[in-house]
């Protein structure tokens, strides 16, 4: 068995070491612009429409409040605000990500979902009629009673 000489192992780790840094360059870039994007959606679009949502709901009698903490909208359910449907931006996944997440406690029992709404660089497609049809599905375990 040969091994390989020290300067072809030392040539391979500075190619590596440069292959990670422009990747990182490149991603942080792609995360910047995502960022931009992805939070201006959130306050054209999201925002209004799940608090349109909200206000339905409260006429129907549910409790619920919107919130808007960094980077996500949230809708929340009461009593205690655990159940939740939340819009947020994930930039740490590649590409960076819109997604909707959803938390529904009975009991013991937490139950957690998330699904990528939209990947950037297509935040600019989204429209109202996809983040409802996102909240329409989502809310169901909330509403039933």
Same mark, same amino acid.
């Given at each position: 068995?040969?091994?390989?000489?020290?300067? *072809? /192992?030392r040539?391979?780790l500075?190619?590596?070491?440069?292959?990670?840094?422009?990747g990182?360059?490149?991603?942080? *870039?792609?995360?910047?612009?995502?960022?931009?994007?992805?939070?201006?959606?959130?306050?054209?679009?999201?925002?209004?429409? @799940?608090? @349109?949502?909200?206000?339905?709901?409260?006429?129907?009698?549910?409790?619920?409040?919107?919130?808007?903490?960094?980077?996500?909208?949230r809708?929340?359910? *009461?009593?205690?605000?655990?159940n939740? /449907?939340?819009?947020?931006?994930?930039?740490? /996944?590649?590409?960076?990500?819109?997604?909707?997440?959803?938390?529904?406690?009975?009991?013991?029992?937490?139950?957690e *979902?998330?699904? /990528?709404?939209?990947?950037?660089?297509?935040f600019?497609?989204?429209d109202d009629?996809?983040?409802?049809?996102?909240?329409?599905?989502?809310? @169901?375990?909330f509403?039933?009673?």
């Amino acid at each position: 068995m040969t091994l390989l000489e020290s300067g *072809e /192992i030392r040539r391979r780790l500075l190619r590596t070491i440069a292959q990670a840094r422009a990747g990182a360059s490149g991603r942080r *870039e792609r995360v910047d612009a995502a960022e931009l994007s992805g939070r201006e959606v959130l306050v054209s679009l999201v925002v209004p429409l @799940v608090k @349109v949502v909200a206000s339905a709901l409260v006429v129907e009698n549910y409790r619920c409040s919107v919130s808007t903490p960094d980077g996500a909208v949230r809708l929340s359910f *009461e009593p205690g605000g655990n159940n939740y /449907i939340e819009f947020v931006l994930d930039t740490n /996944i590649d590409p960076p990500a819109l997604v909707g997440r959803t938390c529904l406690v009975r009991g013991s029992r937490v139950i957690e *979902e998330a699904q /990528i709404v939209a990947v950037h660089p297509t935040f600019s497609d989204l429209d109202d009629k996809d983040i409802l049809l996102f909240v329409l599905r989502a809310v @169901v375990p909330f509403v039933a009673r």
